[in-house]
């Protein structure tokens, strides 16, 4: 629906939800468009959109001179349509998504993970028009898909785009007029369609795979059980679609995340009811990233969003079973930290300046990034869905054996072959390491790998396994 007044000259018979009519503009769209992209034609008729009588021109019409606009037909568009157009009618939506991490995907061009699309995948052998001097096909295939690619316009006015970074519908591009973001990701063109939106499928698109599972997670919690046992009573066309009064029976990620609850309105910042943030090597607090990144959230604390989300929760759950669950939640973040996080990151540190000055020049690179990027994320992503195998075998489990098996092997090595060094600086570092090595594995959560436990601990658990075959005999 269209949320707030149409201010620009093609929509200036504007109502409440649209146009009186099609415009003249928008109407010879139409006429050739029916013919030439039939499918094209069906979809924007199926929206509301085409109910709204809000056709092609009202989208993609472009002043003269701005950067990607071209004369077509005797109209001056865009090949893109952006957030900052989707805002002549979206205004107070796109303002939400523009503060919220979905933005600001894009900017993963300058992290780790695009390193390794770039360079230890990839190479510079996809050579365009807008890059002369290449691009790793990796990343343009790969990262820009689902975070965005700097969209770049073609010199010439006519509209062109680098075929690197077009066709793409990352959540985060980067686009010629200066915004963030695409509405498409989630609203796929040209239907547009909110149905599509509310369902999982949409949003495992980018959710997905080693590092952040959440469809996968989805799929094995009981909401994702539920959801796929009873979709046909799901009602993803209901306009207003407010949890416990137009569906009951199941959550879909943007239930959680997004959608309206009797108490609290669409929000368009998915971290609004997100009370920790489970993408770093340490979870922190969601306002705290906010804060790093300039974004308005930064205002909000996690515990505010944590009683937006058990709003949500008690549509379903009585407010026990959501505090203990959240105790659960709140331990497991805790226990990934303290033991693995917090002492895999200072070792880590420590061994910096033995390694060789490469990023993912080192196994030992490639190791630590596992276990906090894929296995640690999956470890916190399972508990805060509910997802137990994801949170154990394919989480803990898998933190635990590389930190125990490779990681610390590895440290050991490296500091054993540099402490009779001849280089001053890394003889002082591999005793650092050393000591470090020792300090951490001397304290209680490491103890048991040293054949240190706790003999209190240690007779609690033998305890333990002797009432275990009692109670089953």
């Known amino acids: 629906m269209l949320a707030v007044p149409l201010c620009t000259t093609a929509l200036s018979m504007a109502g409440a939800i649209g146009l009186d009519a099609i415009s003249p503009e928008s109407a010879k769209c139409i006429e050739c468009h029916k ?82 699309a770039e360079v230890v995948e990839g190479n510079r052998g996809m050579i365009t028009p807008g ?23 073609l010199p010439g006015g006519e509209g062109k785009l680098d075929p690197a970074t077009w066709p793409n519908t990352g959540i985060g591009r980067i686009n010629p007029d200066g915004s963030e973001g695409s509405c498409s990701a989630c609203h796929s063109r040209h239907t547009f369609s909110a149905a599509q939106a509310r369902h999982p499928d949409t949003c495992g698109k980018c959710h997905m795979g080693p590092d952040h599972p959440q469809k996968e997670i989805y799929e094995e919690s009981k909401h994702g059980i539920a959801f796929f046992a009873n979709i046909d009573k799901m009602n993803l066309d209901s306009p207003k679609w407010v949890v416990g009064e137009d569906y009951s029976a199941a959550p879909t990620c943007a239930t959680c995340h997004m959608s309206a609850t009797k108490d609290q309105p669409v929000t368009h910042d998915v971290g609004m009811r997100i009370s920790w943030n489970n993408r770093p090597a340490v979870s922190i607090r969601p306002e705290i990233s906010d804060a790093k990144m300039n974004l308005p959230g930064q205002h909000v604390k996690w515990d505010q969003r944590r009683k937006n989300m058990k709003n949500v929760c008690s549509n379903c759950h009585s407010g026990k079973w959501v505090d203990n669950w959240y105790v659960q939640y709140d331990s497991l973040i ?140």
């Open 334 to 473: 805790e226990l990934y930290n303290e033991k693995f996080a917090k002492p895999g990151l200072a070792l880590y540190a420590a061994a910096k300046p033995l390694l060789k000055p490469v990023k993912f020049g080192n196994k030992i690179d490639f190791v630590w990034f596992e276990i906090w990027h894929h296995e640690g994320r999956r470890a916190r992503h399972g508990a805060s869905m509910m997802g137990p195998d994801y949170t154990h075998w394919h989480g803990t489990y898998e933190v635990a054996k590389h930190f125990y098996s490779e990681y610390i092997p590895e440290l050991e090595e490296l500091a054993e072959k540099n402490e009779h060094s001849e280089d001053p600086v890394k003889k002082e570092a591999a005793a650092k390491l050393k000591e470090l090595l020792a300090k951490t594995l001397e304290h209680e959560n490491h103890r048991w790998f040293t054949g240190k436990m706790n003999p209190e601990e240690k007779a609690a658990r033998k305890k333990a396994a002797e009432d275990f075959k009692n109670r089953y005999k």
């Open 131 to 153: 890059f002369p001097q290449g691009n790793s096909a990796a990343a343009v295939n790969g990262c820009w898909q689902c975070h965005g690619s700097q969209v770049k316009v």
């Open 35 to 116: 013919k030439e992209n039939y499918a094209l034609y069906q979809q924007w008729g199926a929206s509301k959109h085409y109910r709204g009588n809000v056709g092609c021109y009202e989208c993609h019409k472009a002043k003269p001179g701005e950067p990607d606009a071209f004369m077509h037909e005797g109209a001056s568009i865009a090949t893109l349509v952006t957030p900052k157009d989707c805002s002549r009618c979206h205004g107070a939506i796109v303002k939400e998504f523009m503060g919220s991490h979905h933005a600001k995907a894009g900017r993963i061009m300058g992290s780790l993970d695009n390193v390794l």
